[in-house]
């Protein structure tokens, strides 16, 4: 199943949410010089009532914010797919039970200020190329599913069965059809899912599983 390439993650967004004007400052200074495109907000409101839905895209979040601090956000955030995004902690008052809460939520790392900028632009491309590569794999089921909808209740009565490892003489047995009509539902499926091998259908199938439909 071909899933369309997301973006490159080097050119990827990089949202920045940080109250000190002189820090967002020099952090959109330092994405700028290394290719990357930088939204700066003040507070987790501004972020929210702005931001953009472009992606591959990251969170650079400090903890101290005016009304939501930075950890709730991003507790927030990360209970939807739709908001959640790969985040990097900044902070100037880092202790230990603030790592490991910010990293039990999922964060990519946790820098206390002043970071070396290496470190930073190191942790951007890494957590960018999450984003990329969880695209990628949500551009893959919405194909899969695409392809599921499109399929009459017979050609999926194949699909189940061919998945589950039947013989095409097994399948015609159970269906009560000829082994020729199998073939000829067996090919529709590969075109409609858009699958390249038989190997390449079941992992598609695979990773549908556990996953919840579309709404």
Same mark, same amino acid.
């Given at each position: 199943m071909n899933a369309p390439r997301p973006e490159s993650p080097r050119t990827g967004l990089v949202h920045v949410i940080d109250d000190d004007p002189r820090m967002r400052a020099s952090l959109h200074g330092l994405l700028r010089s290394a290719g990357l495109r930088p939204a700066c907000f003040a507070s987790a409101s501004e972020f929210l009532a702005g931001r953009s839905p472009e992606r591959p895209a990251c969170l650079l979040l400090d903890v101290r914010l005016p009304e939501v601090n930075g950890l709730d956000l991003q507790q927030v955030l990360a209970h939807s797919p739709e908001t959640a995004l790969p985040t990097i902690i900044i902070t100037g008052h880092a202790d230990v039970r603030m790592g490991v809460r910010a990293m039990k939520a999922g964060a990519v790392d946790f820098l206390a200020k002043p970071f070396d900028p290496a470190e930073l632009l190191q942790a951007i491309q890494e957590a960018l190329a999450r984003d990329a590569e969880a695209l990628g794999r949500a551009g893959e089921l919405a194909a899969t599913r695409a392809g599921l909808r499109s399929l009459t209740p017979r050609e999926r009565d194949v699909l189940d069965r061919v998945v589950a490892g039947r013989l095409n003489k097994q399948i015609a047995g159970e269906l009560g059809v000829?082994?020729?009509?199998?073939?000829?539902? $067996?090919? $529709?499926?590969?075109?409609?899912?858009?699958?390249?091998?038989?190997?390449?259908?079941?992992?598609?199938?695979?990773?549908?599983?556990?996953?919840?439909?579309?709404?």
């Open positions: 000829s082994e020729v009509t199998v073939k000829v539902h $067996r090919r $529709r499926v590969m075109e409609k899912m858009k699958a390249r091998s038989l190997a390449e259908l079941v992992r598609c199938m695979t990773g549908l599983s556990g996953t919840k439909p579309a709404q």
